[in-house]
Nanobody, 120 residues
């Protein structure tokens, strides 16, 4: 079973920055072989896509709402993925999750997430 763990969330003011981290482990999971993504879920909303990155660590895609403010990256040698979040806004407040899209349909693959709260 594959499982992902997020960290780095916190309480910040509007305009500040945070960096989230994500690691994954489990039988049959080799980090460098899978595309990875960040998602978020606000208190009263559905989980939504934030950003994704391919195995090469170069090709990335962003939701329109975060494009230009957030940067996704990964270190395949250290089996870790990051989400650098700059110029945070109150509407970025949510629990942030990471997953590999390949495994995302498995409910057991989702971690607890890391909470980001942005005050105005």
């Amino acid at each position: 079973q594959v499982r992902f763990v997020e960290s780095g969330g916190g309480l910040v003011q509007s305009g500040e920055s945070l960096r989230l981290s994500c690691t994954g482990s489990g039988t049959g999971f080799t980090f460098r072989q899978f595309g990875m993504a960040w998602y978020r879920q606000a208190l009263e909303g559905a989980r939504e896509f934030v950003a994704s990155i391919k195995t090469d660590g170069v090709s990335a895609t962003y939701a329109d709402s975060v494009n230009g403010r957030f940067t996704i990256s990964r270190d395949n040698d250290k089996n870790i993925m990051f989400l650098q979040m700059n110029d945070l806004k109150p509407e970025d407040t949510a629990v942030y999750y990471c997953n590999a899209p390949y495994y995302s349909s498995d409910p057991n693959s989702w971690g607890q997430g890391t909470r980001v709260t942005v005050s105005s």
